[in-house]
């Protein structure tokens, strides 16, 4: 399947506002809320979730821009890769990592509009490229953070 920058565009705007308005009024309590996970992966809670989609979004942009890769992130598989995401940020406030996220979104609009045509067209790509935008979004807003939320006001 071939994009175009508006469809693109389109979905990314859309999943970020479905996230962000989940995000937006959470307590402590909430952004501390531990995910089901299992127990050879890090403790994530919501806010750890937030910025392991924040950190991908990142990413992309940094693809997009055909920056380089972070030396300390080179040759690491996603397993690592994630585990150095939740190092990161899980010391950090609930707040920094929502600041970020909101970053982050303006950035990927910025990187979305200057890419030049062809990287949304140039060749056959899935549905649901580019994945981390709003596909990998959706998956952990639903599967974890809407699933904790709920299981912890029952």
């Excluded at 402590?28 to 750890?48: F, G």
């Excluded at 924040?54 to 080179?74: F, G, M, N, S």
């Amino acid at each position: 399947m071939r994009h175009i920058r508006e469809e693109v565009i389109e979905r990314t705007v859309q999943e970020f506002d479905r996230l962000d308005q989940l995000v937006n009024a959470l307590t402590d309590a909430e952004w501390n809320t531990p995910l089901a996970r299992p127990e050879t992966k890090d403790p994530w809670t919501v806010k750890d979730t937030l910025a392991h989609i924040t950190h991908w979004k990142a990413d992309t942009v940094r693809k997009i821009r055909k920056q380089p890769v972070p030396a300390e992130e080179k040759g690491l598989n996603w397993t690592d890769g994630n585990h150095l995401i939740y190092e990161r940020w899980r010391d950090r406030s609930p707040q920094e990592v929502l600041a970020w996220h909101r970053q982050v979104q303006e950035e990927v609009l910025a990187a979305l509009q200057e890419a030049p045509d062809a990287w949304f067209s140039a060749r056959d790509r899935r549905p649901d490229w580019p994945f981390d935008l709003d596909g990998h979004s959706s998956y952990h807003r639903v599967q974890d953070i809407e699933q904790a939320l709920q299981k912890s006001t029952s």
